[in-house]
Structure formats: C-alpha cells, structure tokens
C-alpha cells in the first residue's frame, strides 16, 4: 500500500483503515508491516508462511510504504503531491538508505561498499546493455504467439492492427532489427 492508486489517493479509493481491513473481513489472517522495513517485511512474510503452512490458508500482508516515483512514464505524480514531500519520504523512509544504515551501524557494510557496489552495477548493467542491443529483436509477429493454443479472433484483430501500423511507420522503428 503505497498510499495511492495510481494518483488517486488510497482515503479516496475507499473507505476504512488500509487493506488490512479487507482480510480481516474475509476471516483471512491479515498483517500490517512498514513496507520500508526490510526486517520487518522479513519477519512478517515468515511468519505468514508459517501460518499458511499450518492453517492451508491464505494471508494477506499489508505493507505500508510511499512511492517516490511516479506510477508510470505517464504519471506525473507532482500534479498531486508537493515535490518536499516526495523529497522528505526519499530522504528520510528510503528503505535502502535505512537498511544501509542498519548494516553500517553493526560494522557490517561502509560507505565504500556502497560506491563500490554502485559502480561495479552500473558497469555491469550498461555491458548487458550493450550486448543486448547487438541481438537483433524478435519479429513483432511473435508478440501474438504463445498466448493462447489457437489466436483468438480479437487476438487476430490486435495482431493485424499492429503490423498494419508497424508497416505504414517503420521508417520511425528500428527497421535493421527487424
């Protein structure tokens, strides 16, 4: 729950006390966790295995967080939020910051770890990057395939469409991939 659904926010999208509620009502064990917790998100989905296991039931876990980001490339969040407060939850409920601290207070990781592992990710993921980007991409007919046995007819409808567009603009798409 991270207090919005999509921009939306969650006391709008209905009434009550969070999800937790819902569970509860349903006669399903439910429990509330800081989502920014890592420990605690920890502690909390043992121990709702457990309760699964013995019981055959399901569990619902709430966790409570707050989402920096937008929701999409479409959503621009700070038409319903203020910047400082985006700002003040990054900088201060950030839930690796807060487990980094956590480490670094027991002598288990240091600043140095962290640039180290920060540099060492991002050589890592610009080399897939580039490798990636050397595989010539699938054929876009095969976005179609594997979705059912047999193309529905809407399916059919969806696939003529898209190649219908991917024909009329492919000078706008990577055509030597394709």
């Not at 696939?159 to 492919?170: F, N, P, W």
Request: glycine share 6%.
């Amino acid at each position: 729950n991270n207090g919005f659904a999509i921009s939306t926010p969650a006391s709008d999208q209905y009434r009550g006390d969070g999800i937790l509620p819902r569970g509860i009502a349903y006669g399903m064990p439910s429990i509330r966790v800081d989502g920014n917790d890592v420990l605690a998100v920890y502690a909390a989905t043992k121990k709702a295995r457990e309760l699964i296991v013995e019981r055959q039931t399901p569990v619902l876990i709430e966790t409570m967080s707050y989402r920096v980001g937008h929701h999409s490339t479409s959503d621009d969040s700070t038409a319903y939020r203020q910047k400082a407060e985006i700002n003040h939850f990054d900088l201060t409920f950030s839930p690796i910051k807060r487990f980094g601290k956590y480490m670094e207070a027991r002598g288990w990781w240091t600043e140095e770890n962290t640039k180290s592992l920060q540099d060492d990710t991002l050589k890592l993921c610009m080399s897939e990057l580039r490798r990636q980007e050397s595989i010539p991409s699938h054929p876009i007919e095969q976005l179609f395939e594997d979705t059912f046995a047999e193309m529905t007819p809407q399916l059919r409808r969806q696939k003529d469409e898209t190649m219908a567009h991917y024909h009329a603009h492919k000078d706008i798409y990577d055509a030597g991939h394709h």
